[in-house]
């Protein structure tokens, strides 16, 4: 995530997926203005920069959604199909770089609709007006407990936004979990990184992405180990299941892939959800998956025949040996 450690984040961000996130689909469908910026770059993963010397066309180039300055009575507002629907939890407004351009104040409303919405959808506001400040992250709860498709995020009366992260919950499809081909390890169904022992390059959220990596930077990839040991990462799976396919995905990583991987996995059910320390702890003892395989430069591995009968698991750790990098790491099993 892209908050300094300094920086208190709630629960709903550690523990849930960004279904604003570009990255796993999700899409700015219109903008009442972006006359500065585009709305578009208001979804991206990466966190916001500043650039002092760069302008464009309009005006000073700024890494967000910014609308001009309104002269008529009335406001901007913004309508972004989500990654996937899902219940949400939270929002991080962030208005990082925008201090004298900022919104003073937003509020969401949501829908929930097959495809897009039209001109009759109706639509349920889910955070009501809220004050915005310069330069910094904004944290709201959202206490809906229904599912959305999308969001439309209304800015009092003008300005810019640099980030907008809605945090929740995917909608799994009881269709697409039925057998032994749910993906485990997939974010778009509510899997996340507990914890990791380095992420020194890359975007290591991208990991649990779908699709292959873009490139070096589109996964997990740790520093050059320089001590004995292994670099590792822990897991929280989309739901509690039976491992019975695994894929390691060392797509782009050339002259850094790791020289062997293993994984472990274990049910976790009675640590309850607020332990992530002492699942990491644990994670030392869990049971072996897979043991250690040897891998390859850019290539997709398939895991499953080496596959070990532990019984349903909730977390899994994926070890690399010694450090290195991993574009993806896809597990499939059935539910349960």
């Known amino acids: 995530m892209s908050m300094s450690p300094e920086i208190q984040v709630p629960d709903f961000v550690r ?15 219109h903008a009442t203005d972006e006359f500065f910026a585009p709305l578009e770059r208001m979804l991206q993963d990466t966190p916001p920069v500043f650039i002092p010397d760069k302008y464009d066309d309009h005006g000073k180039w700024m890494d967000g959604w910014e609308t001009r300055r309104k002269r008529v009575l009335g406001h901007d507002f ?3 199909r989500l990654a996937v629907p899902g219940r949400i939890h939270g929002f991080d407004v962030d208005t990082a770089f925008f201090t004298g351009n900022y919104p003073p104040a937003c509020r969401i409303m949501a829908c929930s609709v097959e495809n897009d ?4 959808t109706e639509w349920t506001e889910i955070l009501p007006t809220v ?3 310069p330069n910094s992250h904004h944290f709201f709860e959202c206490a809906s407990g229904e599912s959305w498709t999308h969001i439309r995020l209304h800015i009092l009366p003008d300005g810019g936004v640099a980030r907008l992260r809605v945090y929740g ?5 009881p269709k697409h979990a039925e057998g032994d081909d749910f993906e485990l390890t997939a974010a778009l169904n509510g899997a996340r990184i507990v914890g990791f022992s380095d992420a020194h390059y890359g975007a290591y959220h991208r990991i649990l992405a779908p699709g292959r990596g873009e490139n070096m930077g589109d996964g997990w990839e740790t520093s050059r180990r320089r001590v004995p040991g292994n670099e590792w990462m822990v897991i929280a799976l989309a739901q509690r299941g039976t491992i019975s396919r695994a894929i390691v995905d060392t797509a782009n990583f050339k002259g850094n892939f790791p020289d062997q991987c293993s994984l472990q996995a274990a049910d976790m059910s009675a640590y309850g959800s607020d332990a992530d320390q002492a699942v990491i702890t644990s994670s030392m003892f869990w049971p072996t998956v897979v043991a250690n ?19 349903p698991v909730t977390h899994v750790r994926l070890n690399i040996y010694p450090d290195g990098g991993v574009s993806r790491l896809r597990l499939f099993g059935r539910i349960g």
């Open 78 to 80: 913004a309508v972004v």
């Open 15 to 29: 523990k849930g997926i960004n279904l604003a996130s570009a990255g796993l689909g999700a899409r700015g469908l």
């Open 169 to 173: 919950q995917p909608k799994i499809d």
């Open 293 to 311: 395989q040897k891998l390859k430069a850019d290539h997709v591995h398939d895991l499953s025949a080496f596959i070990e009968t532990v019984g």
């Open 117 to 120: 919405p039209v001109e009759g």
């Open 131 to 133: 004050p915005l400040g």
